[in-house]
């Protein structure tokens, strides 16, 4: 079996303790497309000083609080993203500039207009730049232990930036994952 077999879209890439690449170190990565030919998603804690409404002004009041871009990766960090979560019982197919990504996830056309899509999501959040893998590259990363896969829910899109997104998403996976959590910032300050 390959090792990227579990992840699809709405999966979760969280890195290890023992990942320290400082564009991944302790990040929570969101999965919006995986195939033969590679893997997109974005990181969904790295919050920037940038506000939204400063760069995509008809959008700024609408994402969800603390209302800034987000870095999801990087990867052309001249492209912006948007991924919302959509209200209980939208239909996606019926709405234009919404693309599902699963579940209640969609990932949001940013030339859409923003007051007909505000009133039928939950939250959403703008990214810059993406994560991606070329082919096999997100396979010999999990092999090598950098990702641990697991599924995701629509509320990590939307989650606050006061909230570790990081160790909570590990404390839900039960033992032994959950210990992860408790790994600590700086092992020096142990």
């Given at each position: 079996m390959r090792p990227d077999a579990e992840v699809e879209p709405g999966s979760l890439l969280v890195a290890a303790p023992s990942l320290t690449d400082p564009n991944f170190r302790r990040t929570v990565v969101y999965v919006i497309d995986h195939r033969g030919k590679g893997t997109l998603g974005v990181v969904l804690n790295r919050p920037s000083e940038?506000?939204?409404?400063?760069?995509?002004?008809?959008w700024g009041r609408h994402v969800s609080r603390p209302r800034a871009v987000y870095i999801?990766?990087?990867?052309?960090?001249?492209?912006?993203?948007?991924?919302?979560?959509?209200?209980?019982?939208?239909?996606m197919s019926s709405l234009e500039g919404v693309v599902g990504v699963h579940g209640p996830v969609a990932l949001v056309d940013l030339d859409a207009d923003p007051d007909s899509l505000a009133p039928r999501v939950r939250g959403m959040r703008v990214?810059?730049?993406y994560s991606g893998w070329s082919e096999g590259q997100l396979g010999d990363e999990i092999s090598r232990g950098?990702?641990?896969?697991?599924?995701?829910?629509?509320?990590?899109?939307?989650?606050?930036?006061?909230?570790?997104?990081?160790?909570r998403v590990l404390r839900r996976?039960?033992?032994p994952t959950a210990l992860l959590a408790t790994y600590p910032t700086d092992i020096r300050r142990n």
């Open positions: 940038v506000a939204v409404h400063d760069v995509l002004p008809a999801g990766g990087p990867v052309e960090q001249k492209t912006a993203l948007c991924l919302a979560a959509m209200r209980t019982g939208e239909d990214f810059v730049g950098d990702w641990i896969v697991v599924k995701g829910l629509p509320d990590d899109v939307v989650t606050p930036p006061n909230v570790d997104l990081w160790g996976q039960g033992m």
